[in-house]
């Protein structure tokens, strides 16, 4: 195991430092001046002394040294500023991250209880009435754009019977909880309808594949009751496939809410980015790629843990 | 070779016939031609050219004049959706081949040679996959700019992967196969062996991966032109219309310039995906032995022999 580990992770460096060469030389294909992105605006506006600036921040060094600073200085937090607001980019990410945070752990948590529930009880009766139910939302799930889901609950439940706000969320401080959850409540649903979908049936399968495995048999022959059946013998051998799954979801926590903050007005990193890209902010585009690649590098490895864990044998796979 | 030339007629013929005898390939083929051909003769069927501008009856609701009502310039919003079909689909159908395309010979390679290539074209794979696709997306658009031929690259650029992995996968238990050995000792070069033996073999679950390409792509169009990122908003395509509800007024109020636009968009991509059922049925050597026709010539003659 720990040799396996140890593999893993050094897989991980040369992924890195192979994505962050990436978005640093993608980035300097780009038309715009990468001086207004290392000093703040106020500094940028004196143009006499741009030049020696430029001397001094080393732009005019070897494209390759200054790839190695630009690492150096991600590496230690130094994110440098936006182009757009000449805020530091770290103050914006603090400012946006919990939004994005608060808005896709509560869907993720939400769509993940409510896909298992979904999906054992589809597959343990096939044809019944949660069968069918996970057939509709996976159909919706497939269809419709996950922002047309958003527009039509805010049709209806924000402007038609009125009960909750348009979104904008209420940022934590002075009110209560119950105060912010009403905000909350229609950007979570919609994302967790559009999560809901594919999980349900990956659920499912995997609940029918365990339902056809010998042990299940054994299980009902020696006359244990149905609900135990399901619940510790289906249930949790079932989960593997679905926990990759999910592992496989994490980088959503950083920018799988675009679409939806962008109907609801959630000041998050999704809005960040789209806002970002309208207006060629290298800076900012750059920075967070960068954290979602890294989160994805830490989700991967997770899920070969995983993967280890449920089968020893791949423990093996590539290490001759 | 007259005898090869009549059994691969025969095959095409089989798949024909079977694919044209399995209900969910027929609805979806059916759903998708009606909506190609009112794409393509908009302004016919509509009675009025997507971009006549009639102000005075502006954002009308639906009625006998105007099917889908009139977006803020009058603008028929029947005419302009069934003629935003042609860009979105344009998109679809292209972008899905090119990513095909990048993914079949990715996965034929990566899957043939095998070893360091392939560890290494997987990896890249995995990455791209995890990344949440309309990030990647707008990353590659912040540095290629908006516009029609723009959005396709990127959404190949960004889709090969599911081809990649099928074929990949295919790759990996056929070139163990009988005939591969006799090619090699043949002394045939690797890509003859692999563009001209295997690649062949593989075609079913190429096809599949196509359709489903494009009704991810018409999603990801509409998304990104609902952000206005997309294709540039003078071209009425699908997702463009949709920008229209960016304004929370149109939400609350103008129903029609949303909801319609977003229902052809799932209209189209259930057929799409019908379709790719379909031919998972017929292609999958699973289904092979005419399952779908037979079920259905009994539900025809076992009811016709009822009624006699």
Wanted: hydrophobic fraction near 50%; aromatic fraction near 10%; charge should be positive.
């Amino acid at each position: 195991m720990i040799s396996f580990l140890i593999r893993r992770i050094s897989i991980l460096a040369p992924m890195a430092l192979t994505i962050s060469a990436l978005i640093f030389f993608a980035s300097r294909l780009s038309p715009i001046d990468p001086i207004n992105a290392m000093v703040s605006p106020d500094q940028a506006a004196d143009s006499a002394n741009l030049n020696q600036l430029r001397e001094e921040l080393g732009l005019n060094d070897h494209i390759i040294l200054q790839y190695f600073r630009w690492l150096k200085n991600i590496a230690t937090g130094e994110f440098g500023y936006s182009l757009q607001s000449g805020q530091k980019i770290s103050e914006i990410l603090a400012l946006r991250m919990p939004a994005t945070l608060e808005l896709v752990l509560s869907a993720l948590v939400l769509s993940t209880i409510l896909a298992l529930t979904l999906g054992l009880f589809a597959g343990a009766k096939k044809g019944g009435f949660a069968d069918k139910l996970s057939r509709v939302l996976a159909v919706i799930g497939i269809a419709m754009p996950d922002f047309f889901i958003g527009l039509a609950l805010l049709n209806v439940f924000a402007y038609r019977v009125a009960w909750l706000p348009t979104g904008n969320r209420v940022a934590p401080g002075q009110v209560t909880f119950w105060d912010r959850l009403p905000n909350l409540i229609l950007p979570v649903a919609t994302l967790t309808i559009s999560m809901l979908a594919v999980l349900i049936r990956y659920t499912r399968n995997s609940v029918l594949d365990t339902l056809n495995r010998d042990f299940v048999k054994t299980a009902r022959s020696k006359g244990v009751p149905e609900w135990r059946v399901l619940y510790s013998h289906v249930f949790r051998n079932s989960l593997g496939p679905v926990m990759v799954l999910l592992a496989f979801r994490l980088p959503l926590l950083v920018g799988g809410s675009i679409l939806v903050e962008s109907v609801f007005q959630w000041p998050g990193i999704g809005s960040t980015i789209i806002a970002a890209v309208s207006a060629s902010d290298y800076p900012v585009i750059m920075v967070v790629s960068m954290l979602i690649a890294m989160v994805i590098l830490v989700a991967s490895f997770l899920v070969d843990i995983i993967k280890s864990i449920l089968d020893p044998r791949v423990r093996l796979e590539g290490g001759k | 070779m007259k005898k090869n030339n009549q059994e691969q007629q025969s095959t095409a013929r089989i798949f024909i016939s079977n694919l044209l005898h399995n209900p969910s390939a027929i609805i979806g083929l059916t759903i998708i031609a009606i909506m190609i051909l009112s794409a393509i003769f908009a302004t016919q069927i509509a009675g009025v050219s997507p971009d006549y501008i009639d102000p005075v009856n502006g954002r009308q609701g639906p009625g006998w004049h105007h099917l889908m009502g009139t977006d803020q310039l009058g603008r028929d919003m029947f005419s302009r959706i069934l003629s935003g079909g042609r860009q979105s689909i344009y998109i679809g159908v292209i972008a899905s081949f090119l990513a095909n395309f990048i993914g079949t010979i990715l996965g034929s390679t990566a899957g043939y040679l095998g070893g360091k290539i392939d560890a290494v074209v997987m990896r890249l794979s995995e990455l791209v996959m995890t990344f949440p696709q309309l990030i990647l997306v707008l990353i590659f658009v912040s540095l290629l700019g908006q516009g029609i031929n723009n959005v396709i690259i990127v959404f190949a650029l960004t889709g090969w992967m599911t081809t990649f992995r099928l074929v990949r996968g295919e790759f990996f238990s056929l070139r163990e196969e009988a005939f591969v050995e006799a090619d090699r000792s043949f002394g045939f070069s690797k890509p003859r062996i692999i563009f001209r033996h295997i690649l062949p073999n593989t075609l079913s679950p190429i096809v599949v991966a196509f359709t489903i390409n494009i009704a991810i792509f018409i999603i990801a169009e509409a998304g990104l032109s609902f952000l206005g990122l997309g294709v540039p908003v003078t071209t009425p395509t699908w997702g463009n219309l949709l920008t229209a509800a960016q304004n929370p007024v149109v939400v609350n109020e103008y129903w029609w310039l949303w909801v319609f636009p977003a229902l052809s968009i799932a209209t189209f991509v259930l057929g799409v995906n019908f379709v790719g059922d379909g031919l998972r049925d017929v292609l999958d050597p699973r289904h092979k032995s005419l399952i779908a026709k037979n079920k259905w010539k009994k539900m025809l003659i076992g009811s016709l022999g009822r009624s006699k």
